[in-house]
Structures are given as structure tokens and as C-alpha cells.
């Protein structure tokens, strides 16, 4: 046997023993919708890199300057940042009609996104989200609702599909369209096939939407980069500032959140290495965004939602309407149980707490404290969750703050 000693100083993937360019990373500690996007614009001031890691255009980050609100949605808010570079990690499913459409809208808003494409870096390995994988999210929400009399509320944008192509192992990555069209081609029809075949009433026009994939793939070449090679370069040279920006959030995570009211993948920080391409010992502060209140979009257990006057007034003050879907947000008091559990598996170095302001109004506010469950107290948010049982079933402790005239 021969051991290459990666440690030795002379050899190029040496692995410094403190390393030299950390990761800060930026996630979602509730179901969404914290803020995220503020908060990284506010880091991505002065980062060099800005990434994505995880997620596809299900999520949607609002960032306003100079009056100009733009929304995020694929692309990493840092984008806006002139001097840095935007990267998308394997992590992220693409769907590239929507990336250039996000990126065309934006344009068309104000000067932010001026030159985008020369400050935007694409993983080789990023999943590609294709029509039929919008088609077919929608479909299986359909059946969902007919099977079972419910649905995930999904954001139909294809997310659930395309990782479960990813996880089947035919999926097909940015690397197979920018290469060899010819192979591509086949693969792509054989995908198709494999769906129709599962949902014979899926309608989708496989000719146009590869001419379309034609047209695009001269504008992707340019941005696409060995994303692994980027990472490691950016991690181990000069001075850098590298930031991480969460999408979704904890409790959407498709391990840690309230399963299977969630999205399809991982959105809590380990998602920052597979997505990336990044070690652990790599990782630096993680800061958890949180809400003074709880939203959530979609189906799924909401344990302090307030589905009464308080809640319309936390909706309407806080004007909580999906930036991707439009949907209204369903409100409710802020849950300590539940942002302890992101941290569990999280471990911030910080919380940011965004929205104080929408509270400001009310004469007393209220956060859940403790769960019981059938009269036993919970030690900590639990695995199996329900749509409304578990919301109803669950009896919870709340603080109470009086609010006097600040
Ligand atoms: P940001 O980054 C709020 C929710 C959807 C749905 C479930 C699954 O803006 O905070 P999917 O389309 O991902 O398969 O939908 O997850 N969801 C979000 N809700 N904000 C998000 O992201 C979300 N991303 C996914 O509403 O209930
Ligand atoms: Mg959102």
C-alpha cells in the first residue's frame, strides 16, 4: 500500500489543521419565511462568496434596496452584492426556465442585479428540476388530496420529484447538459418516460421543453463550474468571506421536521456540507433566524397557530402572504419548544429575531413554554406529528408577557 500524506506541507490538498476560511451560515429555525433574506443581505455586504446549498425555487427571499423590492428565489440574495460571487452548490435542484425568469424579473426592477451572470458560479453537480417534475408535484398533490382527503401544500414547484429522481439515481445534473447534448437527449427522453409511464395523465410537451434546455444550456455553460474545486479553493486560499444562505427551514428539514409536512431536503446545517462540498471543521457561526411569531405555509402540525382574531391580526400586520406561492401564511405565538429543537440540531451561535415590531400593537404576548401530552410533559418536540391531532391533542404552556407602553 502507498498512504499519500495529505498533510505534508508540499502537497496541494493539504488539509490546514485550523482552518483558514470559515463558513457562516444563515438558517431557518421555524417553517419559513423568518427573514432569511434580510439577514443575509445584511452579511452579504461584505462576504466574497454568498451560497446556496440546498432547496430549489420553492423558497423566497425579499430583500429591499434602495426602495426596490426584489424576491429571491433560486438565486442566492447575495447576488445583489456587486463584488461577490454567487455560488449554487450541488445541494440546490435547479429549474432553469425559473433561474433566468428570477433573474430577468429582477432585472427589469432596478440596477441590484446589473452583470448578475458574471458573479453567479453554478455546481456541476446540481440536479436539474425539468416541467415534468412541476407536472408531476402537482399530480401527486392531486392524488394526496383524493387518497387521503389532504394534501403537503406544496409549492408545486417541483422540489419533491426532482430530489426523489436525484435519490432514484436517474436524475440528470447541470454536468450531463453542458456536456454532451446528444446523451443528454436520451436520458432526458428516458426520465420523461419513466413518468408518464407512472402517471399516465401527465401532459407535458418533451419536444419544446428540450429546445428550451437547447437554448439555455449556451447561457448555463459560462456559469458552470467543478463546484468541490470552487468550494476547496475558496476554503483554503486567501482570505475569504463565505457565507451560507439557508432555504426552507428546521422543522421543513426532511429528517428533522414534521415529517411528511415537509420539503425534500435537508435544510438544517448539515445540509451546508453535502450541499457544498464543505468538511465540517469548516463550518463557523450559525446564526438561526427566528420570528417573533410562528408561520407556516402549507399542511402539517402548528401546535401554538392561532386560528382566531390574533391570528388575523398577525397575519394582516405582518402582511404574511408566500412570496413563491401568494398563499396566506397561517399564524400563531412564538414556540420556544420548537426553536430549542433547531437548535438541537443546529447549534447556533446566535439568534436573529426578526418582525419584533408586528407584536407592537398587542397589550400582552404569549410563548409556548412546555408541551403535555394526555398529561405527560414532553421532554422535547417530538418525531411523529399530526395535521391537526397533534395541534389539538397537545397542551401548551404559555408565558405571558404584558407589554407596557415602551
Ligand atoms: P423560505 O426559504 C415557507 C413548505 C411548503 C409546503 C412544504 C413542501 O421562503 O423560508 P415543497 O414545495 O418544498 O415540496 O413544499 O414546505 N415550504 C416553505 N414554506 N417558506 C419556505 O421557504 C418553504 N419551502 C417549502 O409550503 O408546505
Ligand atoms: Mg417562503
Known sequence: HTFVDTDSAEHPLRTPKEPQNKVTVVLGAQ??????????DLLAMDADIVCRCQGGNNAGHTVVVDSVEYDFHL???????????????????????GLFEEAEKNLRKGKGLQGWEERLKISDRAHIVFNFHQAVDGIQEQQ??????????????GIGPAYSSKAARNG????????????????????????????????????SELKQLKEYT??????????????????????????????????????????PFVTSSNCTVGGV?????????????????????????????????????????????????????????????????????????????????????????????KVAVAYKINGQPLPSFPGRTFP???????????????????
Open 144 to 157: 394526496r388530496q383524493q387518497q387521503e382527503g389532504k394534501n403537503l401544500g406544496t409549492t408545486k414547484k
Open 31 to 40: 417553517w419559513g419565511d423568518e427573514g432569511k433574506g434580510k439577514v443575509v
Open 75 to 97: 438565486l442566492p440574495s447575495g447576488v445583489l452584492n456587486k463584488k461577490a460571487i454567487s455560488f449554487i452548490g450541488n445541494g440546490v435542484v435547479i429549474h432553469l426556465p
Open 172 to 207: 440528470l445534473r447541470v454536468c450531463d447538459l453542458v456536456s454532451d447534448f446528444k446523451v443528454f437527449e436520451e436520458k432526458f427522453r428516458m426520465l420523461a418516460e419513466h413518468f408518464r409511464t407512472m402517471y399516465p395523465n401527465l401532459n407535458v410537451d418533451i419536444d
Open 218 to 259: 449556451e447561457r448555463l455553460r459560462p456559469l458552470v463550474t467543478d463546484g468541490v474545486y470552487f468550494m476547496h479553493k475558496a476554503l483554503t486560499g486567501p482570505s475569504k468571506k463565505i457565507l451560507v444562505e439557508g432555504a426552507n427551514a428546521a422543522l421543513l428539514d426532511i429528517d428533522f421536521g414534521t415529517y
Open 273 to 365: 456540507c453535502t450541499g457544498l462540498g464543505v468538511p465540517p471543521s469548516y463550518v463557523g457561526r450559525v446564526y438561526g433566524v427566528v420570528k417573533a411569531y410562528t408561520t407556516r405555509v402549507g399542511v402539517g402540525a402548528f401546535p401554538t397557530e392561532q386560528d382566531n382574531e390574533t391570528g388575523n391580526l398577525l397575519q394582516s400586520r405582518g402582511r404574511e402572504f408566500g412570496v413563491t406561492t401568494g398563499r396566506r401564511r397561517r399564524c400563531g405565538w412564538l414556540d420556544l419548544i420548537l426553536v430549542r429543537y433547531a437548535h438541537m440540531v443546529n447549534g447556533f451561535s446566535a439568534i436573529a429575531l426578526t418582525k419584533l415590531d408586528i407584536l407592537d400593537t398587542l397589550p400582552e404576548i
Open 388 to 406: 391537526q391531532g397533534f395541534s389539538r391533542s397537545i397542551f401548551l404552556f404559555f408565558f405571558f408577557l404584558f407589554v407596557r407602553d415602551a
